[in-house]
């Protein structure tokens, strides 16, 4: 099956860029998602079809993807950017895929 | 803008089958692709599996021989229903929504609207 792997954690200073990478065998030929979900709170979208940003969602965040990497970066990453972001993709095999997460701390 | 709700049991027996109900409101529920994700405590996300109105579904292979998602388009309303659940099936269940299309090629697939999650507990 189709595995996606996230570092299990990320800290970054106010006002720095937080980067968030997610890995997969040639996850550059798909199309990865990601998700910003806060302690008790159903996940929200953040990026689509790699880069794009739903309305509402701040400029800080972006994403790029290529080989075998997806990369969400924030950028000017604010107190409340704290959270777990997880990525997604699809497989043939296995339709959709999420990431293990990564748990973004601002300190 | 579209709203999802999930409501079913929140204890469910070992051996016995979970089942929980999504209803859709603010939208068509021919819209989108349905899913349904759990998030065991302190744990990622799952995919279990999808519905489209049409009836078409998709599950995951590693809980295909245990799971029926099912939809009842007049009341806007998709199922869920697990069968011989264990406590590793405690988690929450989360109903989901997107849709899904060719991008140059490539799938392009996005959960758009979630429902607030519902815990199932498995004990008995």
């Known amino acids: 099956s189709y595995e996606l792997t996230q570092p299990p954690s990320l800290s970054v200073s106010p006002g720095q860029t937080a980067s968030i990478t997610c890995s997969g065998d040639k996850l550059g030929d798909k199309y990865a998602c990601w998700y910003q979900q806060k302690p008790g709170q159903s996940p929200v979208l953040v990026i689509y079809?790699?880069?794009r940003r739903p309305s509402g969602i701040p400029e800080r965040f972006s994403g790029s993807n290529s080989g075998n990497t997806a990369t969400l970066t924030i950028s000017g990453t604010q107190a409340m950017d704290e959270a777990d972001y997880y990525c997604?993709?699809?497989?043939?095999?296995?339709?959709?895929?999420f990431g293990t997460g990564t748990k973004v701390t601002v300190l | 803008q579209v709203q999802l709700q999930e409501s079913g049991p929140g204890l469910v027996k070992p051996s016995e089958t979970l089942s929980l109900t999504c209803t859709v409101s603010g939208g068509s529920i021919s819209s989108y692709y349905w899913s349904w994700i759990r998030q065991p405590p302190g744990k990622g996300l799952e995919w279990i599996g999808y519905i489209y109105y049409s009836g078409s579904t998709n599950y995951n292979p590693s809980l295909k021989s245990r799971v029926t998602i099912s939809v009842d388009t007049s009341k806007n309303q998709f199922s869920l229903k697990l069968s011989s659940v264990t406590a590793a099936d405690t988690a929450v269940y989360y109903c989901?929504?997107?849709?899904?299309?060719?991008?140059?090629?490539?799938?392009?697939?996005?959960?758009?609207?979630w429902g607030q999650g519902t815990l199932v507990t498995v004990s008995s």
């Open positions: 989901a929504g997107g849709g899904i299309s060719v991008v140059r090629g490539v799938i392009s697939q996005k959960f758009d609207y």
């Open positions: 997604q993709a699809w497989d043939s095999s296995t339709s959709y895929v």
């Open positions: 079809q790699d880069s």
